[in-house]
């Protein structure tokens, strides 16, 4: 059984382009989640959806970023314009219930680089 | 807002020595916990879980034990091995759907 898949895996870029970075759950979960990783901030969630609707995007840093999920099986979260401190590890993870008692499944992760 | 405080921030222990990570919550809503260990380069993986109904959970050498009225939860690793060095992370939930994880442990197992 596939599990969450994320791409692309590595995203090196210029300060100013936009950044587009793509999320495909595990089939049958209706839960998507974007975190983002960095050493000083740890793990950090940026925005969740239930039946993809967003339920909390308190998370998001600034209005340079945003995410959509059109359908049950894709979801975007988006940077424009990206920044240099916007570089980390952005993980997509997905759960069959949103409730918030289901295992979350992370994918593979983009690291993300901003020159 | 929710917060979730893990301690130590790193652990060495010796193959074979037993490893004990804390955790403690401070929303009393929190209903799931679960533990997720990371290694260098890849994915949180989910290793155990533990619902507030119940206080103690185990699975083969990995085992969790969760105390409601103090609000914190611990894993426990016994006989540990080099591959069990990796960044463990605790997390609780609750029935926002949110999972708000710890800062992270960063266990260390020395041959």
């Known amino acids: 059984d596939a599990g969450v898949i994320q791409s692309p895996r590595h995203e090196v870029t210029e300060m100013g382009q936009e950044v587009t970075l793509r999320c495909k759950p595990i089939?049958?979960?209706?839960?998507l989640f974007w975190y983002r990783q960095t050493m000083m901030r740890g793990l950090e969630l940026l925005i969740y959806?239930?039946?993809?609707?967003?339920?909390?995007d308190s998370g998001m840093p600034e209005d340079r970023f945003s995410a959509k999920m059109p359908n049950a099986s894709f979801s975007t979260l988006k940077i424009q314009p990206s920044e240099p401190r916007d570089s980390a590890v952005y993980f997509c993870?997905?759960?069959?219930?949103?409730?918030?008692?289901?295992?979350?499944?992370f994918g593979d992760g983009t690291r993300l680089s901003i020159l | 807002g929710e917060n979730v405080e893990q301690h130590p921030s790193t652990l060495s222990v010796q193959e074979g020595d037993s490893a004990v990570i804390k955790c403690t919550y401070s929303d009393s809503a929190s209903n799931y916990f679960p533990w997720y260990k990371q290694e260098l380069g890849k994915r949180p993986q989910l290793i155990i879980d533990?619902?507030?109904?119940?206080g103690e959970k185990k699975d083969q050498r990995i085992a969790v034990t969760l105390n409601k009225t103090a609000k914190h939860f611990s894993l426990h690793i016994t006989e540990t091995q080099p591959e069990d060095s990796a960044v463990y992370f605790c997390a609780a939930s609750n029935q926002g759907g949110k999972l708000i994880f710890g800062q992270g442990t960063e266990l260390s197992v020395k041959p």
């Open positions: 533990i619902r507030s109904n119940v």
């Open positions: 959806f239930n039946n993809n609707v967003p339920i909390d």
């Open positions: 089939s049958g979960h209706n839960s």
């Open positions: 993870a997905s759960s069959w219930s949103g409730q918030g008692d289901q295992p979350q499944h």
